[in-house]
T-cell receptor, first 114, second 113 residues
């Protein structure tokens, strides 16, 4: 069935390193794609989104491009900071499967060391 | 206005008891979602409400789980005869429209002893 596959963590990086978190999905026709972030001790919040194919979402130095041809929405940041330590979740707007379930990726924990 | 609020923030209960979890969405948001996040796990979709339509209950893990949304606003998730495997953080989110950006509440941490 339709699904979202997200890179497993934890990912441990040093400050100023380049970060990529892969996210792919197996369905088509998503109206939007999202990345959410959960900082330690805080609730889930939107990081960025893209509303159609080839759109690029960006926020706080993070970027992700909606690649319909590769069904991917990889998250990237060129130079991470300690404050970027968090769990990142990839989410399509809709999974067009039975019941139109909403599915999040499994989450990727990122730890940035000074 | 205010964000999504949930109550209680923590709930400890004994196995076999019923619990009710409450969610107050952002005013004007037509869609409301419930998720479950177990320790170290991802998000498990439970149920959503869209406007006045019947809720999609396909994600509910068993018939012990039910939810309602009164007046298109406040929602209550009820778990009957709780089991230890129900222990998790229950998250509520709302969005202006279906599948749009979701705004999450702080969650209710449920512990079943």
């Amino acid at each position: 069935g339709d699904s979202v596959t997200q890179m497993e963590g934890p990912v441990t990086l040093s400050e100023e390193a380049f970060l990529t978190i892969n996210c792919t999905y197996t369905a088509t026709g998503y109206p939007s794609l999202f990345w959410y972030v959960q900082y330690p001790g805080e609730g889930l919040q939107l990081l960025l989104k893209a509303t159609k194919a080839d759109d690029k979402g960006s926020n706080k130095g993070f970027e992700a491009t909606y690649r319909k041809e590769t069904t991917s929405f990889h998250l990237e940041k060129g130079s991470v900071q300690v404050s970027d330590s968090a769990v990142y979740f990839c989410a399509p707007g809709i999974i067009k499967a039975a019941g139109n379930k909403l599915t999040f990726g499994g989450g990727t924990r990122v730890l940035v060391k000074p | 206005g205010a964000g999504v609020s949930q109550s209680p923030s923590n709930k400890v209960t004994e196995k076999g008891k019923d619990v009710e979890l409450r969610c107050d969405p952002i005013s004007g948001h037509t869609a409301l979602y419930w998720y479950r996040q177990s320790l170290g796990q991802g998000l498990e979709f439970l149920i959503y409400f869209q406007g006045n339509s019947a809720p999609d209950k396909s994600g509910l893990p068993s018939d012990r789980f039910s939810a309602e949304r009164t007046g298109g606003s406040v929602s209550t998730l009820t778990i009957q005869r709780t089991q230890q495997e129900d222990s998790a953080v229950y998250l509520c989110a709302s969005s202006q429209k279906w599948a749009d950006t979701q705004y999450f509440g702080p969650g209710t941490r449920l512990t079943v002893l």
